[in-house]
């Protein structure tokens, strides 16, 4: 098999554009899988994540997660090369299980929050930011 060096090149973009992603896909997965121990997560029904649909800057996008009686909620970006923000904990005097911060995303992406609730159950939700300046270079 004889490639042309245009073929080559067509190539090699291909595989430095899609292998990353894959990677952080399955970091995502592996950090979801490191939270919960491999239990099963259902879609939320107490879990509210609030995040901008649009965001001009990626360097400080402002979300907020509620999900009352929850125990801990994760926070990720799933297109970052790193995708774990953060791990909001509440114990028994919490007065509400709320959080909010701001968080930079690599570009459009979807942002996750998973629940811990106080009956061990998992909730997750999701959401798309579109991101018109990328907050990590891009």
């Known amino acids: 098999m004889n490639l042309s060096r245009r073929q080559t090149l067509v190539m090699g973009t291909a595989a430095a554009i899609f292998l990353p992603r894959m990677g ?4 995502t997965d592996n950090a979801i899988a490191a939270f919960t121990g491999g239990a099963e997560v259902a879609e939320a029904t107490g879990l509210n994540l609030t995040a901008p ?6 360097n400080t996008v402002p979300i907020e997660v509620d999900a009352p009686g929850a125990e801990s909620i994760m926070i990720l970006a799933a297109g970052n090369p790193t ?3 953060g791990t909001f904990n509440f114990g028994p005097l919490a007065g509400s299980q709320a959080a909010s911060t701001r ?4 570009g459009t992406q979807d942002v996750v929050a998973i629940a811990k609730m106080a009956d061990g159950t998992f ?3 999701s959401q798309e930011v579109k991101v018109t300046i990328g907050g990590c270079g891009g």
């Not at 952080?24 to 970091?27: Q, S, V």
């Not at 649909?53 to 990626?58: D, H, P």
């Not at 968080?103 to 690599?106: C, E, G, M, P, S």
């Open 83 to 85: 995708p774990s923000v």
């Open 53 to 58: 649909e649009i965001a001009e800057n990626g």
């Open 24 to 27: 952080w896909a399955t970091a």
């Open 103 to 106: 968080i930079r995303l690599a």
């Open 123 to 125: 909730q997750r939700a």
